[in-house]
């Protein structure tokens, strides 16, 4: 019964919200099985055994923003924050194209100090010493105006999760000046500029339904992003959420087997947030369909700032050694790291 929603699913890229639900509630390890060998052929015909690499530098744990599940959330008065200067940025991505990184993910908390101006001078720096890359932003809600300003400077590519899209929700995530419409217009106009857009949510978020992980799958279906990363919800013992439990590995493992039938050419990262929860998470994450990890390239001074949940890996390594470390994870299972962009072939191809 299930075998026939998945072969309808590889079909039509999507099925109804009902169809959805069974698919999640009901699934054996028979049934997911089945999706995730469905879900590695769909990806080796567009990717071969190509897992591309990202390089994240985490260079701002300040935020204004007070998200419930968020260790870097402003009310956590134990975070010790930091900003790297553009000089430490420059010199992470010195490190990180020495080891074969060609795409570089600015990422950090929503921090005012870095307004266009000082934002729009890092990012084309870093276009102009490495004009080969692509770089990816992960800043937030800003205004149309300044992801305009940035995607001219240079940006290529920008990650903004929607987090939930019932709003409902998304409501007993965020504090009441947050809101879903707001994220959605961010991500309709990242896309309206020209960004190649990343959007996603976590697995197990508190209160979260099955009906709310349907409507999640809706509006990726409906949005149709070129990258899409979900991870599982993991507590931070600092925020309003530290006694909720985290989110289950194998519902995150199902979610990426099926976005991987409904977006067959999508980029899905294996994310540290799977790799925090399971030893083999990222391994397993690529079995399912995923096809992107993210090593981290920030100094290893500032790793153990930028805890969004407890217990995150990687906080201690240096950057070649995460580099090599995924490398060897991702032989382990058959799959090589590819030294190029990674674009979407949604942008460099006609399909
Ligand atoms: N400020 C930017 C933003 O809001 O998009 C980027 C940084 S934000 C910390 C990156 C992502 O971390 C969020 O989209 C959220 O899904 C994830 N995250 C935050 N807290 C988390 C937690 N406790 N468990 C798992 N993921 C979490």
Same mark, same amino acid.
């Given at each position: ?54 390089? @994240? ?7 204004? !923003? $007070?998200?419930?599940?968020?260790? &870097?959330?402003? =009310?956590? *008065? %134990? ?26 993910? @600015? ?7 870095? !307004? $266009?101006?000082?934002?729009?001078? &890092?990012?084309? =720096?870093? *276009? %102009? ?36 899209? $019932? ?48 409507? $999640? ?135």
């Amino acid at each position: 019964m299930l075998k026939l929603l998945i072969d309808k699913l590889e079909k039509e890229n999507r099925l109804t919200k009902e169809e959805f639900a069974i698919l999640i509630d009901n699934a054996t390890e028979e049934d997911r099985q089945y999706l995730f060998s469905k879900a590695r052929k769909i990806k080796e015909r567009y990717f071969g055994n190509k897992i591309y690499i990202r390089g @994240l530098i985490e260079f701002t744990n300040y935020c204004k !923003n $007070d998200c419930y599940y968020c260790g &870097i959330r402003r =009310s956590n *008065k %134990e975070a010790e924050r930091y900003r790297l200067t553009k000089d430490d940025i420059l010199s992470c991505c010195e490190t990180g194209y020495s080891l074969g990184f060609r795409t570089f993910v @600015l990422q950090g908390g929503e921090d005012p100090y870095f !307004n $266009d101006e000082r934002m729009t001078d &890092i990012v084309s =720096s870093i *276009k %102009e010493r490495y004009s080969d890359c692509a770089l990816t932003l992960s800043l937030g809600e800003r205004s149309y105006e300044s992801y305009k300003a940035l995607y001219e400077a240079g940006a290529d590519r920008y990650l903004l999760r929607h987090e939930t899209a $019932d709003s409902g929700h998304y409501s007993k995530l965020h504090p009441e000046e947050m809101l879903l419409s707001t994220r959605k217009e961010a991500l309709y106009a990242l896309k309206e500029i020209g960004y190649q857009v990343g959007t996603g949510f976590m697995v197990g978020s508190p209160y979260q339904t099955t009906e709310h992980i349907c409507t $999640d799958l809706e509006f990726i279906a409906d949005f149709k992003p070129h990258m899409v990363g979900i991870g599982p919800f993991i507590p931070h013992h600092n925020t309003p959420f530290k006694d909720f439990k985290a989110g289950s590995v194998e519902l995150t493992l199902l979610l990426i087997g099926i976005i991987r039938l409904m977006l067959p050419c999508c980029l899905i990262p294996a994310t540290t947030a799977l790799g925090t929860l399971a030893a083999t998470g990222r391994e397993m994450g690529v079995l399912a369909g995923a096809n992107v990890v993210m090593p981290n390239l920030s100094p290893s001074t500032v790793r153990n700032k930028y805890l969004l949940y407890d217990n995150k890996i990687c906080t201690g390594d240096e950057a070649a050694e995460c580099r090599m470390c995924l490398e060897r994870r991702m032989n382990s299972i058959g799959s090589v790291i590819a030294v190029d962009r990674g674009d979407s072939p949604l942008v460099t191809s006609s399909i």
